[in-house]
């Protein structure tokens, strides 16, 4: 079946770029995402890629999508203690006549000082 | 504009007993889901609506009701809970039109953390 999948943690030192991946199985997919989980709350939508795009970037984002090999990444410039989270990917699949998110299990952020 | 509001934030079950989870939104979405999340797993869709009057069974139904009777509202019932119903439960929604070209973004509540023993 569907299936994305993301590495559970990922640490990096404030300042630097942090670069978290994620892979997905269905070739169908037609906007890919990525939400933010801060500690205690909901998730935020951080930003998405349509399916056709290579690239995207907002500000201190950049999201890079390689369809041929089904991975999308995050790159998040300048790393700050805010971004401290748990980052979803996320990819939209038709079903039906419908869409359906099919979730990756989430990559903790964790900032070193 | 709330967005998406959840009810309760907390809850401590045993096992056996009811409940019904509450989730409501001002953004007059027509789609409306409902996740559970479990450590080191992602999101699971247990059922979700998409539209006044209609409800759809999502990856993980069992053991679980849910009803949309007016728009804005969309409850989640645990009519006998389980332990294995222990889980963070989200709640959001979408305008979802199914066209190419628009997005289908979630936008979420803040969760409800069920305890069931």
């Known amino acids: 079946g569907e299936d994305v999948e993301q590495s559970l943690f990922l640490s990096v030192r404030e300042g630097d770029s942090s670069v978290i991946n994620c892979t997905y199985t269905d070739s169908s997919s037609t906007y890919l995402y990525w939400y933010k989980q801060e500690p205690g709350a909901g998730l935020q939508l951080l930003t998405y890629i349509f399916s056709n795009m290579d690239m995207k970037q907002d500000q201190r984002l950049t999201v890079l999508l390689n369809k041929k090999d089904k991975h999308l990444s995050l790159r998040i410039a300048d790393t700050q203690t805010g971004d401290s989270a748990i980052y979803f990917c996320a990819e939209s699949i038709p079903l039906d006549s419908n869409y359906q998110l099919i979730w990756g299990a989430g990559t903790k952020l964790i900032i070193k000082p | 504009n709330a967005g998406v509001t959840q009810t309760p934030k907390f809850r401590v079950l045993k096992t056996g007993q009811s409940m019904t989870l509450l989730c409501a939104q001002d953004m007059n979405h027509e789609y409306m889901y409902w996740y559970r999340q479990d450590p080191g797993m992602g999101l699971r869709l247990i059922h979700y609506s998409v539209g006044e009057g209609t409800t759809a069974k999502g990856e993980v139904p069992d053991g679980y009701n849910v009803s949309r009777l007016k728009k804005q509202n969309f409850l989640l019932g645990l009519e006998s809970a389980a332990p294995s119903q222990t889980s963070v439960y989200f709640c959001?929604?979408?305008?979802?039109?199914?066209?190419?070209?628009?997005?289908?973004?979630?936008?979420f509540g803040p969760g409800t953390r069920l305890t069931v023993l």
């Open positions: 959001a929604s979408s305008y979802q039109a199914g066209l190419a070209g628009v997005t289908d973004t979630q936008y």
